[in-house]
């Protein structure tokens, strides 16, 4: 494995339009290295990437991969382990001797010589690390980051800095990608089993949350949501703070208003209270997101009023909680949950906010094998909808299971009104329907249908 990156000219990136690998793209284009690489299908990301200077084909073939990067001594490959080993170009690299690794390894190597602020958890980590970027980028302290959504702040998922010592990193458990990371400080938001296809187990998934506490420098500190059920193991000199939307914990918040679209609530830490916390997305669980981010800002000397100041100003991720449309007739939310936990409270955050409207959701499944292991979860979590619309299963890197589908969770489900319903069909189906308030959530590529669906409700 190289060291640095200092015989590189250029970077391809095979899998060039996931939202960590377009961080890793914007970053290398920043430092003037010549980009380019390989998607699926086009998106408004690859196209950004593209406006910015990078060369990304749709085509795997290996003669579509552009001569700057066809020298072994000068190019980096980069992968994800969604890309499938027949992928051709992939193929052309491995067979032509070029240096070739994950995208977790080339995070973990450039962020390893600053102070890095490590988000990880089942859910929660997009939105809390978005927060955290976002108070150090709106302090003199400033920082790098390198997130795992678009903060429409910044319009980015990368924050770049030539000064701050932080780097601020969406730690990804998947395929055990966070253990590449060398954390100074380290938040865990959540450790609700999943990715069962890469551990097999709650207890080996719990595990690997374990082992990522292991890698956190002397002199830095664990801030973990208290009650989950990851046991820290840390090493001797780092500090360990429990965190909670409640009243408990070394961080938490009291006095918690809500109404006329506002949250407001005073934050608790070990030395001091700073009042009137007021979030500039108003949704019940970014009190938790809040204070996990906070409670990080204010460990690294980040003062009360900017911390006060970045909280109310903080517009939130693309996909989380992300509103399209607010008329007097119809509110449209779209939101990236895809574990049943993210679903429940995304949609109990909802009803929250509007008790007296009638809440329907388009829930589209990811993986074949997370329905396989929990349709019941989300089939509980999906009956707490008053209508719902339930879209086929998005594979993703995986190929089909027999007997998977979308029917799984269709028929566990309990709400007084539920349709399956392809893709195809779904902007007929919606033109059938006057919806309250329609929630879309999904990680697949259900947001490609955002602006036609918000047309067709908007034109009503």
Known sequence: MYTNMEKFTSLYFIGAGGIGMSALIRYFLAKGYRVAGYDRTPSGLTEALI???????????AALIPDYCRTPETTLVVYTPAIPESHAGWTYFRENGFTIVKR???????????????????HGKTTTSSMAAHIFAQSETGCNAFLGGILKNYDSNLILSDTSPFTVIEADEYDRSFHQLSPYMAVITASDPDHLDIY???????????????????????????GIKVEPAVQEGVTVYRYSAGEEGDFHARNI?????????????????????????????????????MAVAWLNGI?????????????????RFDYWLRNDRTVMIDDYAHHPDELKACITSVRALYPDKKISGIF????????????????????????????????????????????????????????LCTKDMLAEKIKQRNFEVLITVGAGDIDRMLPEIKNILAAR
């Open 303 to 319: 003062p009360a009023s900017v911390i006060r100041e970045s909280m109310a100003s903080f517009q939130g991720a693309r996909r």
């Open 200 to 226: 097999g187990t709650e207890e080996a998934y719990l595990e690997s949350f374990r082992h990522f506490t292991t890698l956190i420098r002397p002199g830095g500190a664990l801030v973990i949501k208290k």
């Open 51 to 61: 406006q910015e200077g990078a060369e990304i084909v749709y085509d795997e073939a």
């Open 364 to 419: 589209q499944p990811h993986l074949y094998t997370r329905t396989r292991d929990f349709h019941k979860e989300f089939a509980a979590a999906l009956s707490l909808l008053d209508e719902l619309i339930l879209l086929d299963i998005y594979p993703a890197r995986e190929q089909p299971i027999p007997g998977i589908t979308s029917r799984l969770i269709f028929d566990e489900v309990t709400c007084p009104q539920k349709e």
């Open 257 to 293: 208003r809500i109404g006329n679209g506002d949250i407001l609530f005073d934050f608790v830490t070990p030395k001091e209270i700073i009042p009137d916390i007021r979030l500039g997305v108003p949704v019940k669980i970014n009190i938790e997101n809040g204070i996990a981010a």
């Open 104 to 122: 977790a390894r080339l995070l973990g190597m450039i962020t390893r010589n600053s102070k890095g602020l490590c988000f990880a958890g089942t």
